[in-house]
Nanobody, 116 residues
């Protein structure tokens, strides 16, 4: 089992920045992938960004150049730096962990609201 705890959401004006953090605990293994997904009201959950424990990253086209994902393997944490936020970035953001055998875990989610 893996437990994920997110922090850092909130309300920000368009053009502003937020940093989300996620701490993982439990049966953390090598060759895992951690990432961030989001779900806006009435929409399906979508991938925002993911990172392997080797540092390989992948971003959704909608956030490329604005968001940066990073990972600290020693601390079992993953962060998402979000810059130039837009109203369409408003969603509940979920931390995700996938083990090397494909078992997935989710955090409880943190609300990000971009509004003036």
């Amino acid at each position: 089992q893996v437990q994920l705890v997110e922090s850092g959401g909130g309300l920000v004006q368009p053009g502003g920045s937020l940093r989300l953090s996620c701490a993982a605990s439990g049966s953390i293994q090598r060759n895992s992938v951690m990432g961030w997904y989001r779900q806006a009201p009435g929409k399906q959950r979508e991938l925002v960004a993911r990172i392997s424990d080797h540092g390989s990253t992948h971003y959704a086209d909608s956030v490329k150049g604005r968001f940066t994902i990073s990972r600290d393997n020693a601390k079992n944490t993953v962060a998402l730096q979000m810059n130039s936020l837009k109203p369409e970035d408003t969603a509940v953001y979920y931390c995700n962990y996938v083990s090397w055998v494909g078992t997935g875990y989710w955090g409880q989610g943190t609300q990000v609201t971009v509004s003036s």
